[in-house]
């Protein structure tokens, strides 16, 4: 199991393949929202009320 594991870093790492697409747009839903999600955000700051 952890032979066949190093086999597969060291391949992946000693053969210099081409990227198959370039120009591909990221299709992540996650890039097209702003930062922070507005989900996530308060409009206003919470305040601590001590009673």
Do not use: C, D
């Not at 591909?24 to 955000?41: D, F, G, L, R, V």
């Amino acid at each position: 199991g952890v032979i066949m594991l190093l086999f597969i870093i060291w391949e992946a790492m000693a053969s210099q393949r081409q990227v198959l697409s370039t120009n591909a747009m990221n299709t992540s839903i996650e890039w097209y929202q702003k930062t922070p999600p507005t989900e996530h955000s308060y409009t206003e700051l919470p305040l601590m009320i001590k009673f």
